[in-house]
């Protein structure tokens, strides 16, 4: 009898199996459903902004530390230490805004100082820690999905959305996405603290004046009558 080397023979599965697998893959491939995030307005709309009506820019930063705007996501970043803070960025000029060579940096109530963390950097804090169910949602078969950092796919397509990726600001328009701070050992990572950027250029490669913004109002900026 002709014996058929095991490299050259063919799988076969029987076909209402191969059905599920390749229903289960193309479920799989497009399983991942978005925060229900805000629409993103002009920055100058938000409490936390700053307007430079000469260079006709604004920033605004939204942090996502409170249950009521942290649930909205759907990993537990606050869990993991981590704070979330939506960056928004409004371009009213005629011309381009370039973003490469921008610096962002959280200071903290101690004026200690960080810059947002990558990647690499947020993918192990949030896998040195147990999983929740909102990170590992259940899949049609138990198929292994490629990941990267140890962390779940479905976490991996969460940073892949949310992280904020520009290069640039068109001429009237504005762009956002969220950075990642560290806050480990922060009972309240707000209080005090502030985002400082800098490295901001107009078209002709000037470096526009730097933005300071607290994270949190101060009461004499809720009451300014008091």
Excluded: W
Aim: hydrophobic residues 35%; charged residues 25%; aromatic residues 8%.
């Amino acid at each position: 009898m002709l014996m058929v080397p095991a490299s050259r023979r063919s799988l076969k599965l029987p076909g209402g199996i191969l059905l599920m697998l390749v229903l289960a893959l193309t479920t799989y491939a497009g399983d991942y459903k978005p925060p229900d995030l805000p629409q993103v307005f002009h920055a100058k709309t938000y409490p936390l902004h700053e307007t430079h009506d000469d260079e006709r820019v604004a920033v605004a930063i939204d942090p996502y530390f409170e249950p009521e705007k942290a649930d909205v996501l759907h990993v537990p970043y606050r869990k993991h230490e981590l704070l979330p803070v939506r960056f928004i960025i409004t371009n009213d000029g005629s011309d381009p805004v370039t973003l490469k060579g921008m610096k962002v940096q959280f200071i903290t109530a101690h004026n200690e100082k960080q810059e947002p963390a990558s990647t690499e950097d947020i993918q192990r804090r949030l896998a040195n820690q147990p999983r929740t169910q909102t990170t590992t949602p259940p899949l049609p078969l138990p198929l292994p999905r490629k990941s990267r950092g140890r962390v779940s796919g479905s976490t991996q397509d969460e940073l892949d959305y949310l992280q904020f990726k520009a290069r640039a600001v068109e001429a009237h328009s504005t762009q956002s996405g969220f950075f990642f701070f560290d806050t480990s050992g922060m009972s309240d990572p707000l209080a005090g603290s502030h985002i400082y950027i800098t490295g901001v250029r107009n078209g002709n490669g000037q470096e526009l004046f730097y933005f300071d913004l607290p994270l949190k109002k101060s009461a004499a900026t809720e009451n300014p009558t008091q």
